[in-house]
Nanobody, 123 residues
Framework: QAQLVESGGGLVQTGGSLSVSCAAS????????VGWFRQAPGKEREFVAL????????DYADFVKGRFTISRDNTKNTVALQMNALKPEDTAVYYC????????????????WGRGTQVTVSS
């Protein structure tokens, strides 16, 4: 059974950096697009970034372009999201997810989800 576990969340000040990671098991990881999503209290879950399975091409939401970088290591079944220049509005629970649909930004397209990791940015 596929399992995704996020780690690395925490508390950081505005302008700081944080890296969150996702470790996958029980699945042929390298064949899936991996997405990062986030959900703040009272808001819908939103797309943050994704990385394709084969060529590792990345796609980012406009509000994180130039600040966040997604990367994957198919030998370790892991994906990382490096977050720089963090803002209070980046505060949310961050989730990683897998989809067999190439480069989809839609949460409904993702089959496997982790439980999330909290990122809090203080002002």
């Amino acid at each position: 059974q596929a399992q995704l576990v996020e780690s690395g969340g925490g508390l950081v000040q505005t302008g700081g950096s944080l890296s969150v990671s996702c470790a996958a098991s029980g699945i042929f990881f390298e064949s899936y697009t991996v997405g990062w999503f986030r959900q703040a209290p009272g808001k819908e879950r939103e797309f943050v970034a994704l990385i394709a399975p084969s060529d590792s091409r990345a796609d980012y939401a406009d509000f994180v372009k130039g600040r966040f970088t997604i990367s994957r290591d198919n030998t370790k079944n892991t994906v990382a999201l490096q977050m720089n220049a963090l803002k209070p509005e980046d505060t949310a629970v961050y989730y990683c997810a897998l989809t067999g649909l190439f480069r989809s930004r839609q949460p409904a397209s993702y089959t496997y989800w982790g439980r999330g990791t909290q990122v809090t940015v203080s002002s």
